[in-house]
């Protein structure tokens, strides 16, 4: 499996931007969909967006509009772009495969202040 290393995350205010990244060590196109899962304290880790390789989305209810998930399949990476953050919004996010064998990279944080 490739190695998958997120980064971008910070702390913004509340309706504010960042923009996750998700580099991974080999080619992705054959990881189908790619997902970008968050968890925060105290909660199980919930998938958020999701991505095929022919760049069909889904998004869970609590970002749907907010969040767009992309990807690019030559540079091996999966962008996550957040915007209207809100205060239910912080935790590490992580990226990943939906289907089959789940595993991640070492994530990265996102806070939200207000």
């Known amino acids: 499996q490739v190695q998958l290393v997120e980064s971008g995350g910070g702390l913004v205010q509340a309706g504010g931007s960042l923009r996750l990244s998700c580099a991974a060590s080999g080619s992705i196109v054959s990881i189908n969909p790619m997902g970008w899962y968050r968890q925060a304290p105290g909660k199980q880790r919930e998938l958020v967006a999701a991505i095929t390789s022919g760049g069909s989305t889904n998004y869970a209810d609590s970002v749907k509009g907010r969040f767009t998930i992309s990807r690019d399949n030559a540079k091996n990476t999966v962008y996550l772009q957040m915007n209207s953050l809100k205060f239910e919004d912080p935790a590490v996010y992580y990226c990943?495969?939906?289907?089959?064998?789940?595993?991640w990279g070492q994530g990265t944080q996102v806070t939200v202040s207000s």
């Open positions: 990943g495969p939906v289907a089959g064998k789940l595993y």
